[in-house]
């Protein structure tokens, strides 16, 4: 089992930037993949970015890449969402994901995920 926990999020202006942690305990880490999430009220939750076990690897949702970040750092069992150019339409409540890897690939798909986080506000005002 793993647990994840996460922090930071918040309300932000337009073009404004974010950072997302996620800490994890029990399992080892670093044979999960990391994934973010999101979903806006009335909304579908949806892929923003996922990252391999080893962080070899990275994929993002187009309506994110170039503007978020994904990292992990598996010393601290922590994986991080850097957001930056953050838009009114980033506004969601934002989830933290973990799946096993054994092939070190990545998932877009959040009903492939065993483990998640509480969740985290997060508010782009215009």
């Known amino acids: 089992q793993v647990q994840l926990v996460q922090s930071g999020g918040g309300l932000v202006q337009a073009g404004g930037s974010l950072r997302l942690s996620c800490a994890a305990s029990g399992r080892t880490f670093s044979t999960v993949a990391m994934g973010w999430f999101r979903q806006a009220p009335g909304k579908e939750r949806e892929f923003v970015a996922v990252?391999?076990?080893?962080?070899?690897?990275?994929s993002y949702a187009d309506s994110v890449r170039g503007r978020f970040t994904i990292s992990r750092d598996n010393a601290k069992n922590t994986a991080y969402l850097q957001m930056n150019s953050l838009k009114p339409e980033d506004t969601a409540v934002y989830y933290c994901a973990g799946k096993s890897d054994p092939f070190r690939t990545t998932v877009p798909d959040y009903r492939l995920y065993n483990y998640w986080g509480q969740g985290t506000q997060v508010t782009v005002s215009s």
């Open positions: 990252i391999t076990r080893n962080g070899g690897s990275t």
